[in-house]
């Protein structure tokens, strides 16, 4: 095998079949240093492509590769549906810390998202939806505009409802539930101390105290009919 070239109109064949556009000396099967090259297309846009219109593959000078489109804005633009076979996996050196949902969505699966998620329009989660703990101050499900507000995990089993940045609501691992204090020793309970209001898993009522013996129980004075 030789090198000698043979071409014809900016085509070069050498002896050992390597084929080149716009050089004389490929060292590959085929090498194209000018021009755009199109496959099924007579006049391909881009570096490369194949095809046009919405089942158009491109690849331009930057890099970037466009599937359904022939002007990709990032590395892997993709205009259409995108088919996932088994598992879509993001490496720690390129972490998703944010996904953007324009439109309707359907997501099997559980589905962890490090940063935050907006959704723009109706998204449907077939499955779970994991998040971070989060804390009363910064809950792990917030709003854009309103960060210390939202839902957070005080502890194992429990759960937590801030807003500015204080706690508000909290239901512990056993079921009870705490308004204005974040520990109920009842069912249900609101505040603490002697201005506590509590209900007993037996239905009694205590007013002022937190351990109600009767059907009502106020600790302090009692008020009936018009001041």
């Not at 076979?85 to 309707?104: F, K």
């Not at 589905?111 to 998204?123: D, E, F, Q």
């Amino acid at each position: 095998t030789t090198n000698n070239a043979n071409s014809v109109f900016g085509l070069s064949v050498l002896d050992n079949g390597n084929v080149g556009i716009g050089t004389t000396l490929p060292q590959g099967s085929l090498v194209v240093l000018t021009g755009n090259v199109g496959v099924g297309i007579s006049a391909p846009s881009q570096v490369l492509q194949i095809n046009s219109g919405a089942s158009s593959v491109v690849v331009t000078s930057g890099g970037n590769v466009g599937v359904g489109i022939t002007t990709p804005l990032y590395p892997l633009h993709v205009t259409g549906n995108v088919g996932i076979g088994s598992s879509l996996t993001v490496t720690s050196a390129a972490a998703l810390t944010t996904l953007n949902v324009s439109g309707i969505s359907s997501l099997t699966g559980n589905v962890g998202i490090g940063g935050s998620l907006t959704a723009n329009s109706l998204s449907t989660f077939l499955s779970s939806i994991l998040g971070s703990d989060g804390s009363v101050s910064a809950p792990g499900y917030a709003f854009n505009l309103d960060t210390d507000t939202g839902i957070f995990r005080p502890g194992t089993n429990a759960l937590g409802l801030s807003t500015a940045g204080a706690s508000r609501l909290t239901v512990t691992a056993a079921g009870l539930v705490g308004i204005g204090m974040t520990s109920p020793s009842q069912i249900f309970q609101v505040n603490s101390g002697s201005s506590s209001t509590v209900i007993t898993s037996t239905g009694n009522i205590g007013i002022g105290t937190t351990t109600a013996n009767s059907a009502l129980s106020v600790a302090g004075g009692a008020h009936i009919g018009s001041l």
